[in-house]
């Protein structure tokens, strides 16, 4: 069946890096545009990144755009989300998704938690 | 950047009906999607594209999506239905639009 699982969440200070996988199975990975999408806690959804198949195209959102950046391994089936100069207000849980050609998300994984403190 | 709006609570009787309305600028021209979060769960989708179902998904579960409101409607509300309910769209310049959120309790 299809399942995404994400690692490499933990805690980090303001002005640090960390980088999160995405690990895909069950489908055609190549075939699909991904995302990452956060949820801060006790908030709601917010769309970070997502990639093309091939990876030709990538966008970000405004909030981290410059600071995050997205890439994929289609030889492995991982997805990643370098952060960098991370900010409090990233604390977050991180969930990757398949993204069905800019349309809905479907599915998404279990999420990791990223904690920006000093 | 387009903008979504959702009710923040909707509350329910079991087995009567709850209605989620999601509110935009002419939401009606672009695809809806609906996802429903348990508490400590992932995300998952509901109704897609205004008023698909995926698979595994109830029937009690629908979509409709006209003007400026889409609306997810469940019937015969059940206790595991309580969670909260996010709206979707795609757009071509704020690319996934999220709605704000509505939590719905079951009475």
């Known amino acids: 069946q299809v399942q995404l699982v994400e690692s490499g969440g933990g805690l980090v200070k303001p002005g640090g890096s960390l980088r999160l996988s995405c690990a895909a199975s069950g489908f055609t990975f190549s075939d699909y545009f991904m995302s990452w999408i956060r949820q801060a806690p006790g908030k709601g959804l917010e769309w970070v990144s997502y990639?093309?198949?091939?990876?030709?195209?990538?966008k970000y959102a405004d909030s981290v755009k410059g600071r995050f950046t997205i890439s994929r391994d289609n030889t492995k089936n991982a997805l990643y989300l370098q952060m960098s100069s991370l900010r409090p207000e990233d604390t977050a849980v991180y969930y990757c998704a398949r993204d069905q050609d800019n349309s809905w998300l479907d599915p998404w994984g279990q999420g990791t938690l990223v904690t920006v403190s000093s | 950047s387009y903008v979504l709006t959702q009710p923040p609570s909707v509350s329910v009787a079991p087995g009567q009906t709850a209605s989620i309305t999601c509110g935009g600028d002419n939401v009606g021209s672009k695809s809806v999607h609906w996802y429903q979060q348990r508490p400590g769960q992932a995300p998952v989708v509901v109704v897609y594209?205004?008023?698909d179902r995926p698979s595994g998904i109830p029937e009690r579960f629908s979509g409709s999506n006209s003007g400026n409101t889409a609306t997810l409607t469940i019937s015969r509300v059940e206790a595991g239905d309580e969670a909260d309910y996010y709206c979707q769209v795609w757009d071509s310049l704020s690319d996934h639009v999220f709605g704000p959120g509505t939590k719905v309790t079951v009475l």
């Open positions: 594209d205004d008023s």
């Open positions: 990639i093309s198949g091939r990876g030709p195209t990538i």
